[in-house]
Nanobody, 124 residues
Framework: QVQLVESGGGLVQAGGSLRLSCVAS????????MGWFRQAPGKEREIIAS????????HYAESVKGRFTISRDNAKNTLALQMNSLKPEDTAVYYC?????????????????WGQGTQVTVSS
Protein backbone atom coordinates (compact mmCIF):
# COMPACT_ATOMS: atom_id res chain seq x y z
CA GLN A 1 0.00 0.00 0.00
CA VAL A 2 0.95 3.61 -0.40
CA GLN A 3 -0.36 6.76 1.23
CA LEU A 4 -0.30 10.03 -0.68
CA VAL A 5 -0.30 13.60 0.61
CA GLU A 6 -0.55 16.56 -1.76
CA SER A 7 0.53 20.13 -1.12
CA GLY A 8 1.19 23.32 -3.03
CA GLY A 9 -2.28 24.40 -4.05
CA GLY A 10 -3.52 27.94 -3.62
CA LEU A 11 -4.85 31.06 -5.27
CA VAL A 12 -2.99 32.47 -8.26
CA GLN A 13 -3.76 34.98 -10.98
CA ALA A 14 -4.20 33.90 -14.57
CA GLY A 15 -0.83 33.52 -16.25
CA GLY A 16 0.86 32.58 -13.00
CA SER A 17 2.48 29.35 -11.87
CA LEU A 18 2.11 26.82 -9.09
CA ARG A 19 4.00 23.67 -8.22
CA LEU A 20 2.12 20.79 -6.65
CA SER A 21 3.90 18.09 -4.71
CA CYS A 22 2.78 14.66 -3.62
CA VAL A 23 4.73 12.72 -1.02
CA ALA A 24 4.22 8.99 -0.88
CA SER A 25 4.76 6.66 2.03
CA UNK A 26 6.11 3.18 1.57
CA UNK A 27 9.25 1.76 0.01
CA UNK A 28 7.78 0.75 -3.34
CA UNK A 29 6.91 4.17 -4.74
CA UNK A 30 9.21 3.64 -7.70
CA UNK A 31 7.14 0.69 -8.94
CA UNK A 32 3.88 2.64 -9.28
CA UNK A 33 2.63 4.55 -12.24
CA MET A 34 1.61 7.95 -10.89
CA GLY A 35 -0.99 10.39 -12.07
CA TRP A 36 -2.39 13.84 -11.43
CA PHE A 37 -6.14 14.27 -11.74
CA ARG A 38 -8.40 17.23 -11.19
CA GLN A 39 -12.06 17.72 -10.51
CA ALA A 40 -13.92 20.97 -10.92
CA PRO A 41 -17.36 21.55 -9.35
CA GLY A 42 -20.05 19.73 -11.28
CA LYS A 43 -17.56 17.94 -13.49
CA GLU A 44 -16.09 14.47 -13.60
CA ARG A 45 -12.61 13.75 -12.36
CA GLU A 46 -10.19 13.92 -15.26
CA ILE A 47 -6.61 12.86 -15.71
CA ILE A 48 -4.23 15.63 -16.62
CA ALA A 49 -0.86 13.90 -16.46
CA SER A 50 0.58 10.46 -15.87
CA UNK A 51 4.11 9.12 -15.51
CA UNK A 52 5.06 5.47 -15.59
CA UNK A 53 7.49 3.86 -13.20
CA UNK A 54 10.39 2.97 -15.53
CA UNK A 55 11.31 4.23 -17.96
CA UNK A 56 9.43 7.37 -17.04
CA UNK A 57 7.18 7.88 -20.00
CA UNK A 58 4.61 10.61 -19.64
CA HIS A 59 1.20 11.53 -20.94
CA TYR A 60 -0.66 14.83 -20.77
CA ALA A 61 -4.21 15.85 -21.43
CA GLU A 62 -4.51 18.17 -24.41
CA SER A 63 -5.82 20.93 -22.18
CA VAL A 64 -2.53 21.16 -20.24
CA LYS A 65 0.04 20.01 -22.79
CA GLY A 66 2.88 22.51 -23.04
CA ARG A 67 1.89 24.24 -19.80
CA PHE A 68 2.14 21.50 -17.16
CA THR A 69 5.04 19.15 -16.44
CA ILE A 70 4.84 15.99 -14.37
CA SER A 71 7.96 14.59 -12.75
CA ARG A 72 8.95 12.11 -10.09
CA ASP A 73 11.87 11.66 -7.74
CA ASN A 74 11.89 8.02 -6.70
CA ALA A 75 14.69 8.58 -4.20
CA LYS A 76 12.49 11.08 -2.34
CA ASN A 77 9.15 9.29 -2.93
CA THR A 78 7.86 12.51 -4.48
CA LEU A 79 5.66 13.35 -7.43
CA ALA A 80 5.45 16.90 -8.72
CA LEU A 81 3.31 18.90 -11.13
CA GLN A 82 4.71 22.18 -12.38
CA MET A 83 1.86 24.31 -13.68
CA ASN A 84 2.64 27.37 -15.79
CA SER A 85 0.47 29.82 -17.70
CA LEU A 86 -2.47 28.98 -15.52
CA LYS A 87 -5.97 29.76 -16.72
CA PRO A 88 -9.24 30.22 -14.81
CA GLU A 89 -10.46 26.93 -16.28
CA ASP A 90 -7.63 25.16 -14.44
CA THR A 91 -9.48 25.86 -11.19
CA ALA A 92 -10.20 22.52 -9.51
CA VAL A 93 -9.22 20.19 -6.73
CA TYR A 94 -6.06 18.37 -7.80
CA TYR A 95 -5.36 14.81 -6.73
CA CYS A 96 -2.32 12.60 -7.04
CA UNK A 97 -2.90 8.91 -7.48
CA UNK A 98 -0.91 5.68 -7.73
CA UNK A 99 -1.58 2.78 -10.05
CA UNK A 100 -0.26 -0.77 -9.89
CA UNK A 101 0.14 -0.66 -13.65
CA UNK A 102 3.67 -0.36 -15.01
CA UNK A 103 2.44 1.63 -17.98
CA UNK A 104 0.86 5.04 -18.33
CA UNK A 105 -2.86 4.67 -17.63
CA UNK A 106 -5.65 7.19 -17.90
CA UNK A 107 -8.85 6.00 -16.25
CA UNK A 108 -9.46 6.79 -12.58
CA UNK A 109 -10.44 3.14 -12.06
CA UNK A 110 -6.87 2.16 -12.91
CA UNK A 111 -5.59 3.99 -9.83
CA UNK A 112 -5.85 2.24 -6.49
CA UNK A 113 -4.48 4.91 -4.17
CA TRP A 114 -5.46 8.57 -3.87
CA GLY A 115 -4.42 11.62 -1.95
CA GLN A 116 -6.89 13.93 -0.22
CA GLY A 117 -6.61 16.63 -2.88
CA THR A 118 -5.40 20.21 -2.92
CA GLN A 119 -7.40 23.20 -4.16
CA VAL A 120 -6.08 25.28 -7.04
CA THR A 121 -7.93 28.51 -7.81
CA VAL A 122 -6.97 30.69 -10.76
CA SER A 123 -8.46 34.16 -10.83
CA SER A 124 -9.02 36.10 -14.03
Amino acid sequence: QVQLVESGGGLVQAGGSLRLSCVASGRTFSTYTMGWFRQAPGKEREIIASISWFPSSTHYAESVKGRFTISRDNAKNTLALQMNSLKPEDTAVYYCAASNSHNVVFAPDEYAYWGQGTQVTVSS
